[in-house]
């Protein structure tokens, strides 16, 4: 119950996606995106909660008096525990594949930063954020011109600023943003 609540809380203050006055969404960004962060506590609370349930059943399972109902009862959460193993297994790869997010924060030489949000399985979506508060960043637009097989990270991305606009590149691709201007889309 207490992971349960847990997991709620960090759920809904990392990732509940909160808008901007203007209606655009918002990502929380602290060295690790938001998503980053529920996912690695769906990791911690799923493997906190099979650990105390291996904790707790042999206890339970000792306090049954008829040892023929003690023996079944032994026998059927070892039944039950292998029907659950796939399902643990699943468990375990999706908080792993939430908890490795391809978001990369980039500070141009004036202090202006973006964040630069990738698709994490095909990398054909990619999206840019611009600031908007010490840990929030607002959507600004999809860029398709920067989309690709490779990850994006902060050997392969550059970001410059050019007087009130910052040039983001990635290999042939390049985006000019304009951060004080309304959002496309």
């Known amino acids: 119950m207490f992971s349960a609540a847990v997991y709620g809380w960090v759920t809904f203050f ?8 203007d209606g655009q969404r918002l990502i929380f960004f602290w060295g690790i995106e938001g998503d980053a962060v529920v996912g690695l506590t769906f990791l911690v609370v799923g493997l906190v909660g099979c ?3 291996l904790l707790l059943l042999p206890s339970l399972i ?3 008096h008829p040892r023929w109902l003690r ?22 790869l999706v908080g792993l594949l939430l908890s490795f997010g391809t978001s990369v924060r980039e500070v141009a030489p004036d202090g202006r930063s973006i964040v630069v949000s ?15 508060d010490d840990f929030h960043y607002r959507w600004y637009r999809e860029a398709p011109e920067l989309s690709g097989p490779r990850i994006i990270t902060s050997e392969n991305c550059g970001l410059e600023s050019s007087g009130e ?21």
């Open 14 to 21: 990392f990732s509940a996606h909160p808008l901007a006055p």
């Open 51 to 53: 650990a105390g349930l």
């Open 62 to 64: 000792r306090r049954v």
């Open 71 to 92: 023996v079944t009862t032994g026998w059927a959460a070892a039944v039950a525990a292998v029907a659950a193993a796939p399902f643990a297994g699943m468990f375990l």
């Open 118 to 132: 990738q698709g994490q399985f095909d990398g054909d979506v990619v999206h840019i954020y611009t600031e908007y």
């Open 165 to 185: 606009a910052l040039v983001l590149s990635r290999g042939a691709g390049t985006v000019t943003i304009h951060p004080d201007q309304r959002p496309v889309g």
